[in-house]
């Protein structure tokens, strides 16, 4: 009876389980985030998908353009000048993104250590992003994880606090100046 039961296993374990998926695996999602404040008003949050369709001058990510383009939108929204905390991303550190930062007096940019995740305050925003709404997620299709993405960042958007909390978790402290009408 035992031998029956060993064979029936490693007969069973010689078979290769095969899972069929759909997609392509080659594809990639880049989003683009900005976690923003302006003493006296609300914590902000600006992003941008941006979803590789191989058909964008054959690059898969944000090239410093589009970081670029994504500023200058920010600097509209936002009215005022932009201090910039930035990681080391080459793309942050291309010669077209040095020249454009270097052109603007709206614009100051700190570059981080090389390997600094903690003092990212976008880093605490994927955190929260991965531990919910992308928790425990089988994606169908690119845009199923796009909308999944963005409802997110959305949900944080209207959530100024959250915003707050990765500025201050990253040691970023918001001015006393800033009021925030506290829920009694």
């Known amino acids: 009876m035992i031998s029956a ?26 989003i683009a985030t900005l976690t923003c404040y ?3 008003e609300r914590a902000r949050l600006i992003y941008r998908p941006r979803r ?5 001058d054959g690059r898969k990510s944000f090239a410093w353009t589009d970081y670029r383009d994504q500023l200058i939108t920010a600097h509209q929204q936002l009215g005022g000048p932009i201090v910039l905390i930035w990681d080391n991303l080459n793309v942050h550190l291309a010669a077209g993104m040095r020249q454009f ?11 981080l250590p090389s390997y600094a995740p ?19 997620t ?6 199923h994880l ?13 959530r100024p606090g959250v915003i707050d909390g990765c ?14 009408v506290q829920a009694q």
């Open 5 to 30: 039961k060993t064979d029936s296993i490693s007969q069973r374990s010689r078979h290769t389980l095969v899972i069929r998926v759909r997609g392509r695996s080659r594809r990639r999602i880049s």
């Open 38 to 40: 302006k003493p006296g």
């Open 52 to 56: 590789d369709d191989g058909r964008r």
């Open 101 to 111: 930062i270097a052109e603007r007096d709206w614009l100051t940019v700190y570059q």
């Open 118 to 136: 903690d003092l990212n305050p976008v880093e605490g925003i994927w955190s929260l992003l991965r531990r919910g709404r992308l928790s425990n």
């Open 138 to 143: 089988a994606f169908t299709t690119p845009e």
């Open 146 to 158: 796009i909308q999944t993405i963005r409802g997110g960042l959305r949900t944080i958007q209207y």
């Open 167 to 180: 500025l201050a978790g990253a040691g970023l402290s918001l001015p006393s100046t800033t009021t925030r």
